[in-house]
Structures are given as C-alpha cells and as structure tokens.
C-alpha cells in the first residue's frame, strides 16, 4: 500500500528534525492525503497537517515550499501508487481474458485499500474542470495516458484473438474505471438507498466479484468450445 494512504495512526513521538528526512517526509504527506481528500486544497490548512504529522510547520516548509506543492506531492504518491499496481499486471504475459481481468482486480484492490483515492482523484477533476490545476497535465503525462494505452493495447489484442467483442476503449476503459472508483465514493450516498453499509469486508467482496462478472459480460465473446460442467454465463457477448 502506498505509504501516504495507509490508515493514520498515532506516531509514539513527535517527528520535529531535519535528521529524519523519509520518515518525516512520509508522515507529512500521509497526513496531507487526509486533510486534501477531506477538505480539498483550498480548505485543507497546514497547521492541520503538520500536527497529524507530529511535525513543526517550520519542518513542513522545509520539505514542501508551499500548499501547492505539498498537493502535488500527495498526487503523484497517490497516482505513482496507483500506476505501479497496474502495471505489474500489464507487463505480465497472461492471456488476454485474464490479464483484462487481474488489471481490474489489482486496480479495485488498490482503491478498496486507499479509499482515499476516489475524493482525491475527483477533487482533481473538477479543478482541472475549472481549469484551476497546475498538475492535471503532469497526472495525465506520467500516469493515465500511460496505462490508458497499455490497456486499449490489450484490448485490441483480445480482440484480435477474437476473445474480446469489438468495443471502443475510449468508451469501455472509463467505463470499466468508473465501476470501481463511483462505488467507493458514492458509498455513504448508496448506504441511505440499499440501507447497508456497503464497505465492510463482505459487501466490498462482493463488489470486486460483480465488477469482474461485468466486465466479462460486457466484453468476453462467448468461448466456442466450452468445458463441461464450466460456468459460462458471464460470458455472454
């Protein structure tokens, strides 16, 4: 797991000194996710920060010269995290079918894990909306074009191999994210609607299983010669 989304936790001793740069670094930006995913940049304050972090505003402008800058570091610990997941599953040499599948199972693993992730992610989105983001190009740059072309290539190779149906990646990627990312940050929305709390252990087993089983409806072309007793109706073209 990323170090800047693991959940917080009460440091044993205050982390005010220069001699300590990766654990304070650390620790800084840990407690940045937080105060950004939970107020955005323009609300989140730094005497805040510093203070989850156990560290001195002082030791703050040390590492990061501004707010603006301790964001950006927040986002690309969080995408780099994000990116590194994935790609270890795209640069494997599994069939199409499974790889498809393992690249949505490591990315849903990834966020049900940081689910901070979603309202860091969204917040961006709607200042690089606003035009208001110093960092959305750099994100798109390094991060989401990077693994957006890595996918549509496994798209287009399954459907090549005629294992995948003829779709669009340009439609069928953001869908396929949107699936996993909407359901973590919709989740106290959704728990007034279905009347659960849909991220407890079970219900967020349950979601991965029912984003898979979708995408392989969605996509898959059905096998042609399928192995008896074998389940195959989330298969269907």
Do not use: C, W
């Not at 805040?48 to 603006?68: G, H, P, T």
């Not at 790609?87 to 990834?110: N, Q, S």
């Not at 901070?116 to 390094?142: C, F, T, W």
């Amino acid at each position: 797991m990323p170090p800047l989304l693991r959940p917080r936790r009460v440091l044993p001793r205050r982390m005010g000194s220069r001699g300590q740069p990766e654990e304070s670094r650390a620790s800084i930006l840990r407690a940045a996710a937080h105060e950004f995913a939970e107020n955005g940049i323009a609300g989140a304050r730094t005497d805040a920060i510093a203070r989850e972090a156990r560290v001195n505003k002082a030791l703050l402008y040390y590492y990061f010269k501004d707010k603006e800058t301790l964001y950006g570091a927040v986002l690309d610990d969080a995408f780099s995290g994000l990116k590194t997941t994935v790609f270890r599953v795209l640069d494997g040499d599994l069939p199409p079918r499974e790889k498809m599948l393992a690249y949505a199972g490591a990315y849903f693993d990834f966020v049900a894990s940081n689910q901070m992730y979603p309202r860091l992610m969204q917040r961006e989105m709607m200042r690089a909306r606003e035009g208001q983001s110093v960092h959305i190009d750099k994100i798109i740059k390094n991060y989401l074009r990077p693994t957006f072309g890595r996918v549509g290539e496994l798209m287009q190779k399954g459907i090549a191999e005629r294992e995948f149906r003829a779709v669009d990646p340009a439609h069928f990627v953001p869908s396929m994210v949107a699936m996993i990312v909407f359901y973590f940050s919709s989740a106290p929305m959704m728990q007034k609607i279905v009347g659960f709390n849909p991220l407890t252990p079970e219900r967020i087993a349950e979601r991965r299983a029912a984003v898979l089983d979708f995408i392989s409806a969605a996509l898959f072309r059905p096998e042609r010669n399928p192995t008896p007793g074998k389940e195959h109706a989330h298969e269907r073209a």
